[in-house]
């Protein structure tokens, strides 16, 4: 692989070829021994460091953002979550409806995708297989990640997360009981219900940070252990021996104490210490002492791998972000508790809803988050800005880290989100869409097509799949008939690319006659809508910012509804956010309003003195965003 325009390449280490030491194999597998840095713009802050650090959340292919953290972070991450696609061969839809008095018409409500969950096994382990190099290789000597997944390809993950981190890293197999309902198994179903998810918990080294967690005692349990209750306090407690099992051949002192001789397990100071604050009790027979042990000073039961008492984040829960797939943050509350301490650096890489960051940010620890979808972007930006505000009004929070930047990897922002882009490209370049084949796309003049990744320029490393998985028993078959005659016609579809792209791909196929077309939809078709873009007027007048109008024209088209439709505008936007003194690089917001679930914005806001250039971000509830600068 050639460097990139920095220079940057990082290699990883193969493991060992062992005799017995199992690979999981599939069609068209590709090493991955190395990967090129990729660039990051730093789009927006808020809040300040805290110790010289702020939390970083980044928009892009996270292969590409893991590439860009290996220049800093290579080997200094505590902690990983992921919540990786499952296949599950579905769509994963948010319903999308308007605030205020419109929240509760049908009318104007609509679902939108998120994301695709629809593979084949081959990508999809590829996928996965790539994504975990690079996690180990952020990952500390202390680090430990923590896998999520279902049934789908669990039985996989495991083969290959022994593969990329050794089968002996692995130290638990946990299975979630997300659901105590009965699970999917509905009338005419052939098996029995799923309600668990499995997690993989694995180490970088054997020495990972390991704090042990405790779950309360069950009423049962109490009942029958701690069934005396102290007169004074009122408290739950059970009697122990206090008596020096082995006697003086385990070095046990012997001694009198209230009138009862023996060996014993505490020295005669110590006994004379927890008499006097009134835990040594003497029997009724006067014949034996018994030490109480209070309830409220008990760690519990050990959590095993069966986690059961964690519940899925219910319809009517205030957690509940509305989006697909959210997990509760009491899961990430006892995965951060268990693996990682104050100030320990977690990274999750498919953050969603930003579950793994909001949990980080309340229990001290730094984090770093990632994901391809612009909708996730919005969504935990949205969520830490409401846990930050929350915890700064809280005493004793001084060692938090509130402040977070948001970056864009690889000037990754022409569309919303990546599952959108392929079906607008398919539909505006009238592509005949192939179902079943796994290499291409679809058909165009007789040309078969393959979109290669949107919202980023494509380099040669791209072309590795389509490479590996051509028909080459095809090709040899054309070649034969007609070694002068192309064996195949291919159109690549991008959003600029390498200038040497075509070249390359022609060389990788140096044996045969490949008819390459590239079509730079940046550059070659500048006339095709993808996304209609916002309109609105922001004015500044009598020390006012006040926002007179906004319509966001992709959220309308969606709604079938006209500007002229539109009663108030507050009702299309979740949240509003100013810079007062923008700097033309970074948006600073100084004013934030975001409201509550159906709340709507101000709309208009007090212009500070020393105001200069501002700039406005109002984001739709569709989750994309205009952005207006006001003199």
């Known amino acids: 692989m050639a460097q990139n325009e920095t220079g940057e390449l990082f290699e990883f280490d193969d493991r060992p070829v062992i005799k017995g030491y199992p690979e999981l194999r599939w069609t068209g597998k590709r090493p991955y021994r190395s990967t090129q840095y990729f660039p990051a713009q730093l789009k927006e802050s808020y809040g300040e460091p805290t110790d010289g650090w702020i939390n970083k959340i980044f928009w892009g292919d996270n292969l590409q953002v893991m590439s860009h953290l290996l220049k800093e972070y290579r080997g200094k991450v505590d902690l990983i979550y ?45 996928f996965m297989y790539e994504r975990l190099v690079l996690l180990r290789e952020l990952l500390s000597e202390a680090g430990t990640i923590y896998l999520h997944c279902d049934w789908h390809q669990s039985h996989h993950l495991r083969c290959l997360m022994d593969e990329v981190f050794g089968p002996d890293r692995c130290h638990n197999v946990l299975t979630w009981k997300r659901s105590h309902a009965q699970g999917n198994s509905g009338q005419g179903a052939e098996h029995f219900g799923r309600n668990t ?67 014993w397990r505490y020295s005669q100071k110590t006994m004379q210490e927890l008499y006097e604050k009134g835990e040594i009790v003497l029997s009724s027979t006067g014949r034996s002492l018994s030490r109480k042990k209070y309830l409220k000073d008990a760690m519990g039961t050990p959590v095993t791998e069966l986690w059961d008492d964690l519940n899925r984040v219910s319809p009517t829960s205030n957690e509940r972000l509305d989006y697909p797939t959210q997990k ?34 309340k229990l001290g620890r730094r984090f770093i988050g990632a994901d391809i979808n612009l909708g996730s972007i919005q969504t935990t930006t949205k969520r830490l800005l409401t846990v930050a505000d929350e915890l700064g009004q809280q005493m004793g929070n001084e060692d938090k880290y509130l402040g977070f930047e948001v970056y864009n990897v690889n000037n990754y922002d022409f569309f919303r989100n990546p599952v959108e882009a392929k079906e607008l ?54 070649k034969e008939e007609n ?18 792209l075509k070249a390359a791909l022609e060389g990788e196929l140096s044996e045969y006659v490949i008819d390459v077309e590239i079509v730079d939809i ?110």
């Open 82 to 126: 992921i919540d990786p696609p499952f296949d599950s061969k579905a769509d994963y839809k948010k319903k999308i409806k308007l605030k205020g008095k419109s929240a509760t018409n049908d009318t104007s409500a609509f679902e939108e995708k998120q994301y695709g969950d629809i593979w084949s096994s081959d990508e999809y382990l590829q």
């Open 197 to 263: 998810d499995t997690i993989f918990l694995y180490s970088k080294t054997d020495s990972p940070i390991w704090n042990p967690q405790y779950q309360p005692y069950s009423q049962e349990v109490i009942n029958r252990d701690y069934k005396y209750i102290d007169e004074e306090t009122g408290e739950h407690y059970r009697l122990t021996p206090v008596d020096g099992p082995g006697g003086a051949s385990k070095g046990n002192p012997f001694y009198e104490f209230l009138g009862v001789s023996g060996y």
């Open 328 to 361: 509760p943050e009491c899961l990430l509350e006892r995965i951060l508790l268990t693996s990682s301490n104050q100030g320990s650096l977690v990274f999750d890489c498919f953050m969603g809803s930003g579950t793994t960051q909001a949990v980080a940010m």
């Open 425 to 478: 490209l398919i539909q505006a370049l009238d592509i005949q869409p192939f179902t079943t084949d796994n290499v291409f796309d679809g058909e165009l003049d007789g040309r078969k097509v393959k979109i290669l990744p949107t919202n980023r320029i494509a380099t040669r490393a791209d072309l590795e799949g389509l490479v590996a998985n051509l028909p080459y028993v095809v090709y040899d078959a054309h």
């Open 483 to 500: 070694p002068s005659a192309a064996v195949d016609h291919i159109t690549l579809v991008c959003m600029g690319h390498e200038p040497d």
């Open 522 to 631: 940046l550059r070659d078709k500048k006339e095709l809508e993808f996304k209609r873009e916002a309109e609105a007027s922001v004015i500044v007048e009598d020390g006012k910012l006040t926002i007179k109008s906004f319509y966001p024209m992709n959220l309308l088209q969606k709604l079938s509804l006209q500007k002229e439709s539109v009663g108030d505008w507050r009702e299309l936007v979740e949240s509003v956010l100013v810079d007062w003194n923008y700097d033309e690089a970074v948006l600073e917001p100084a004013v934030i309003d975001i409201p509550e679930k159906n709340g709507l914005v101000a709309g208009v806001y007090d212009v500070p003195a020393d105001a200069g250039r501002i700039k406005v971000k109002i984001t739709d509830v569709l989750s994309e965003s205009l952005e207006v600068e006001v003199e």
